[in-house]
């Protein structure tokens, strides 16, 4: 029997294969990245009450401000497949139907936040590292 761990980790491995190739080419790309950076800050307003998401909007930012610094060229500190999962993660989210369609009442949503919280834990040390970036840089 399949755990939830397994479970997560198999959508996350779904996702990789569906979309890795998209978010390479969006990476490269600044004006898609700013407009995918405002499709998921819009989706995630949405569902800022919803305290589960609260959490979630927190190491999105994170990301976001991640990928903002490298297209800026104020921070290099990780690499083109580390930006490629960021914008992985932002590319499930904001796609409407992807393994479990978002049109599903409740569940839809879940394997977008189980992507995001697996590419967040996935770039766990390159996030620290930019955080700590970032705090001695202000």
Do not use: C
């Amino acid at each position: 029997m399949a755990t939830i761990k397994d479970t997560a980790e198999n959508i996350f491995q779904r996702a990789k294969l569906l979309y890795f190739e998209q978010a390479q080419k969006i990476s490269k790309n600044e004006v898609k990245l700013k407009k995918l950076m405002d499709s998921a800050s819009e989706k995630l307003h949405k569902f800022s009450s919803n305290p589960q998401v609260v959490e979630m909007i927190g190491h999105v930012d994170v990301l976001f401000r991640m990928i903002r610094a490298h297209v800026n060229g104020t921070y290099k500190g990780f690499s083109a497949k580390s930006l490629g999962m960021m914008v992985l993660g932002l590319v499930y989210f904001v796609t409407p139907v992807d393994l479990i369609p978002d049109f599903i009442p409740v569940i839809g949503y879940v394997d977008d936040l189980t992507v995001l919280l697996a590419v967040i834990k996935t770039l766990q040390s390159d996030i620290q590292k930019f955080v700590h970036w970032e705090q001695s840089y202000k």
